[in-house]
C-alpha cells in the first residue's frame, strides 16, 4: 500500500497526482490521507487573515465543506482510496498563524499535535508512504515534513514529494533542500501516461485557482511547465529519499 499524507485537500492530486495514478494503474492500492480538512471555528474566532481568505475561496462561511467535496472528486478521478482527518489547517489552528508570512515562516509549538500525527500515521498500512518535502515552508507541510522524518528514521520507507505549485513558483527545491542539510536522493517518476488524469483531479479543485495563480501564470500551466522541465519528454514527478 502506497501511503500519500496530503497537508490539505489539493495537494496529493497537484504534487503526486500522477504518481498515485501510475500506482493504481498497475495494480497497486493507494491511500490518500488529508489531514488538514476540520471545519473553521465560529466566524468570531476567526482572524482577520482567515476572513481574508474565506473571501479569496469564495465567501463561504465554511470552506471545508466545499474543499473536502472537491478532494473526494479529485481523489476519485485518480482511483485512490481516501481518508479525510479532521485537524484544522494553520490559520484556524494556532493564534501564531495570522499572516502569509506567519503560514511561511518558522512552526509555531505543536509538539503534542506532532506527536498524535506521527503515531497516526505509522499505524497506517503503509508499504511505504509520501510525505511533502515543505518546498515553500507552508507550516502545515512542514510540520508534516517533520512527522515523515521521524517515520523515516524509525526506519520505514518514506520518500518525499516536491510540494507544488511552490516549487515550481521557485524553480527548484534546492533552498528548501539547503536549509534541511540533510542528505536526499532524487528519483524521477515518469507519469506521462497518466498526466490527463492528474489535469482532471487538479481541475477539480477550482475554489483554489485564483490563490494558486501566480505572477499571473494560472495553476495548471505552472503545474505542467514544471513537470516539462524535468523530464527529457513528456512529463514527470520527483521524489526526495534518504536511500
Given at each position: 500500500m502506497l501511503v500519500c499524507v496530503s497537508p490539505h485537500p489539493d495537494d496529493a492530486a497537484l504534487s503526486c497526482g500522477g504518481i498515485l495514478a501510475r500506482q493504481v494503474a498497475q495494480g497497486r492500492p493507494a491511500l490518500v490521507v488529508t489531514v488538514c480538512a476540520g471545519d473553521p471555528p465560529p466566524a468570531e474566532e476567526l482572524t482577520?487573515?482567515?476572513?481574508?481568505?474565506?473571501?479569496?475561496?469564495?465567501?463561504?462561511?465554511?470552506?471545508?465543506?466545499?474543499?473536502?467535496?472537491?478532494?473526494?472528486?479529485?481523489?476519485?478521478?485518480?482511483?485512490?482510496?481516501?481518508?479525510?482527518?479532521?485537524?484544522?489547517?494553520?490559520?484556524?489552528?494556532?493564534?501564531?498563524?495570522?499572516?502569509?508570512?506567519?503560514?511561511?515562516?518558522?512552526?509555531?509549538?505543536?509538539?503534542?499535535?506532532?506527536?498524535?500525527?506521527?503515531?497516526?500515521?505509522?499505524?497506517?498500512?503503509?508499504?511505504?508512504?509520501?510525505?511533502?518535502?515543505?518546498?515553500?515552508?507552508?507550516v502545515d507541510h512542514q510540520l508534516l515534513f517533520r512527522v515523515g522524518w521521524q517515520l523515516y528514521e524509525a526506519g520505514r520507507s518514506v520518500a518525499f514529494y516536491e510540494d507544488l505549485p511552490y516549487v515550481a513558483w521557485e524553480g527548484s527545491p534546492a533552498r528548501r533542500l539547503a536549509a534541511l542539510g540533510r542528505p536526499l536522493?532524487?528519483?524521477?517518476?515518469?507519469?506521462?501516461?497518466?498526466?490527463?488524469?492528474?489535469?482532471?483531479?487538479?481541475?477539480?479543485?477550482?475554489?483554489?485557482?485564483?490563490?494558486l495563480t501566480h505572477h499571473g501564470v494560472p495553476l495548471l500551466d505552472a503545474v505542467e511547465r514544471y513537470a516539462a522541465a524535468l523530464a527529457v519528454s513528456g512529463y514527470v514527478e520527483r521524489l526526495w529519499s534518504g536511500r
Open positions: 482577520a487573515f482567515a476572513c481574508s481568505l474565506h473571501q479569496e475561496w469564495g465567501d463561504l462561511a465554511n470552506p471545508m465543506v466545499q474543499r473536502r467535496a472537491e478532494d473526494a472528486q479529485a481523489l476519485a478521478v485518480l482511483g485512490c482510496a481516501a481518508q479525510t482527518w479532521t485537524y484544522r489547517d494553520a490559520i484556524y489552528r494556532h493564534p501564531a498563524y495570522d499572516s502569509e508570512e506567519a503560514i511561511f515562516g518558522p512552526l509555531a509549538d505543536e509538539a503534542a499535535l506532532e506527536k498524535e500525527l506521527f503515531d497516526r500515521c505509522a499505524a497506517l498500512p503503509a508499504g511505504r508512504w509520501l510525505f511533502p518535502l515543505a518546498v515553500g515552508q507552508h536522493w532524487p528519483r524521477r517518476i515518469e507519469i506521462t501516461p497518466f498526466w490527463s488524469i492528474k489535469t482532471a483531479a487538479i481541475s477539480c479543485y477550482p475554489s483554489q485557482f485564483a490563490a
